[in-house]
């Protein structure tokens, strides 16, 4: 363990290890050496030692030892002894010489809100309180004057060494009244009425300044408080599938559990970076609003820029790569191209049966996505990875007293081939067995392959006079021009067709 050294400055005991008492003792004597001739010269020692012992007890001294990073950083705030001036053979020290020009600081001596006058006023060598004046008249402006001061506030750096001090005050500045109490000299025109304005403005400052830590306290606490239920919601819904199902009747859209659906609209390969990229897009953003709440509301410093610059990168490079994904995915949507097929029916039916083959009923699925608006419904297997979508049935007339079913098959692509390809791979069956024609009221999108805005219609075409009848199933595949006609005759379920389309008949039976 390094040896330590018990030490007196400005009345006050320290406890110093070996090599930052060195350091130190070094600085003094030089201090010594420049100042013992000099007129005063004591005073102004006992004035710096004074200011050293204060700076050692704002300290955070590790162990209560002083240590040579607490000396080093004691002499970036006063100076080096040289900075004090030159001494002359007499005895007799120069004043510092004035800086080449001063620079612009926010004052911590004469602080308000931001101390952007009180640096202003330094800077300009005038009491503070016109540019004050200033400041308050332009507010009524616009707010033009708030603009100014927050963009100087954020430009302008605080003043927080003695090096800073000297360049804001320049030749106004003496190294001697350091730790005397007066922090700042007195101001060229400084006057009884602009020290009365300038206690105003302190006291309004104090005002303001209590009503500003409680709106943001009240502010963090709803960034704390929002953050945090959107995070946990996020978690629960993203990662724990809680709740498994959402709905929302304003624009009729209903689904289950969404991100599961991403295994079968992006390429599978895809699915686990999209998710990790969708985590940190979102969650970054929480946690920043957690940690910048509590921020506000415990008023506490960190050196945190790091944290954020390198969490601001995160970001960004999440946002952009998600965005190349999702851009690149979306463009296997870019092309629609469909595929249809046709059988005649000989005989041609005069009264013809329509039942329902395979329904979703049968099937074990583990999600659904609908939009009722639109009449579109996705099923999905996770087990079997093939997804169900409810088909369209259509009944038109036909001039040449032929009857015909004709399936279209329709889906996008990245370019036409690609969509033709998924087209025709789409699986749906039928089959006519007699007077009744067996319609499955869902096709089939493979296993293991992408959901392509797939579409599946199914058009019967008959002549005027065919007797239509069709089953509970049927009917909701229908889609029929007069819905609510159609919809109004459960009673009967017998159609004719007429030039018109299907025209309701009481007649319950035919052979």
Not at 13 to 38: C, G, H, T
Not at 95 to 107: D, F, G, V
Not at 252 to 263: A, C, E
Request: with cysteine; aromatic share 12%.
């Amino acid at each position: 363990m390094d040896k330590t050294i018990n030490i007196n400055l400005g009345g006050t005991l320290f406890q110093i290890d070996e090599e930052a008492y060195r350091i130190l003792r070094d600085y003094l004597r030089s201090i010594d050496l420049k100042f013992r001739n000099v007129p005063g010269g004591n005073e102004t020692i006992e004035d710096i030692e004074s200011r050293i012992a204060e700076i050692f007890q704002s300290q955070k001294i590790l162990a209560g030892v002083i240590t040579r990073e607490n000396v080093e950083a004691m002499i970036a705030i006063i100076g080096k002894p040289e900075d004090f001036g030159q001494t002359e053979p007499g005895g007799t020290v120069n004043e510092p010489p004035a800086p080449a020009r001063k620079r612009m600081y926010r004052n911590p001596d004469d602080m308000i809100i931001g101390g952007i006058c009180g640096g202003i006023g330094a800077y300009l060598n005038t009491d503070p309180v016109w540019i004050r004046i200033l400041f308050v008249i332009s507010v009524f402006f616009f707010l033009f004057g708030i603009f100014v001061y927050l963009a100087l506030w954020l430009v302008i750096p605080l003043a927080s060494s003695d090096s800073q001090k000297k360049e804001m005050y320049g030749s106004a500045y003496d190294p001697a009244r350091l730790s005397s109490k007066e922090s700042y000299p007195p101001y060229a025109t400084t006057s009884r009425l602009g020290n009365a304005l300038n206690e105003i403005f302190r006291a309004t400052g104090k005002v303001l300044f209590v009503v500003a830590r409680i709106l943001l306290i009240i502010t963090g606490v709803c960034l704390v408080v929002a953050g945090f239920l959107t995070l946990v919601a996020f978690i629960m819904v993203f990662i724990f599938k809680y709740p498994g199902s959402f709905s929302t009747d304003v624009v009729g859209f209903n689904l289950s559990y969404l991100p599961d659906f991403l295994n079968y609209i992006v390429t599978p390969k895809m699915v686990p970076l999209i998710k990790t990229l969708i985590i940190i897009v979102v969650t970054i953003p929480l946690l920043a609003m957690i940690y910048g709440g509590v921020r506000m509301i415990l008023w506490f410093r960190a050196r945190d820029g790091f944290v954020w610059l390198t969490a601001l990168v995160l970001w960004v490079a999440g946002v952009a790569v998600l965005s190349i994904v999702l851009f690149n995915e979306g463009v296997s949507f870019g092309e629609t191209e469909k595929t249809s097929s046709q059988e005649y029916l000989n005989p041609v039916p005069d009264t013809l049966f329509i039942k329902s083959g395979r329904q979703i009923s049968d099937l074990r699925v583990d999600n659904e996505i609908s939009v009722p608006e639109e009449e579109y419904n996705v099923f999905i297997s996770d087990e079997k990875k093939e997804i169900y979508i409810r088909t369209r049935l259509y009944i038109a007339p036909d001039e040449d007293n032929s009857a015909r079913i004709n399936i279209i098959k329709r889906s996008a692509g990245r370019n036409k081939p690609d969509a033709l390809a998924r087209a025709e791979r789409l699986q749906y069956d039928y089959h006519l067995s007699g007077k009744i024609l067996y319609l499955d009221e869902f096709f089939t999108v493979p296993a293991n392959t992408k959901w392509s805005f797939d579409f599946v219609a199914v058009n019967l075409i008959i002549p005027e006079g065919t007797i239509i009848s069709m089953d509970r199933t049927t009917e909701k595949l229908f889609h029929a021009e007069d819905d609510d006609d159609f919809v109004g005759n459960q009673k009967n379920r017998f159609w004719r067709m007429t030039d018109d389309g299907l025209e309701n008949i009481r007649s319950q039976s035919k052979n």
